[in-house]
């Protein structure tokens, strides 16, 4: 039986929110997703969380508190600084992915543009959850 994968996404999209979670069902994905849509909101929600997530997904870009920024604070938390984060972004700069990969995430994929690709960040987030 699989176990209902828990996460944590970040995204002030609310078409990626929705893609996202049409993409987990398409791929018979067991999940419980709590959504933060503004920057701002994160910080007060990570001191009242009492039931922790399997993984973060993050977008980069945010509004009033930028994605760096909360990174930092995630990985500096001990109660959260060993749940992996994946960040999403559409920039394709290699400084952002090396200085987000340098501040703790687990991986930084550039959001997708097709249903495949889509797929594919779906299988990352499952394999890097690690939750069987």
Do not use: W
């Not at 176990?3 to 791929?27: A, P």
């Not at 999940?31 to 973060?56: C, H, K, W």
């Not at 960040?121 to 890097?128: F, G, L, P, Q, R």
């Amino acid at each position: 039986m699989q176990k209902t994968l828990r996460i944590l996404l970040i995204e002030d999209d609310s078409d990626d929110v929705e893609l996202l979670q049409d993409t987990l069902q398409s791929n018979n994905v067991a999940y419980q997703m709590d959504v933060i849509n503004d920057g701002g909101a994160v910080s007060g929600y990570l001191r009242t969380m009492t039931e922790f997530p399997d993984i973060i997904v993050m977008d980069l870009n945010l509004p009033k508190v930028h994605g760096k920024d909360i990174l930092k604070e995630i990985k500096s938390s001990e109660a959260f600084s060993q749940i992996p984060v994946i960040v999403l972004t559409t920039s394709s700069s290699p400084e952002d992915k090396n200085q987000v990969l340098q501040l703790g995430a687990t991986n930084c994929l550039i959001k997708p543009t097709t249903t495949k690709g889509l797929s594919e960040i779906v299988a990352e987030i499952v394999k890097t959850a690690n939750v069987a």
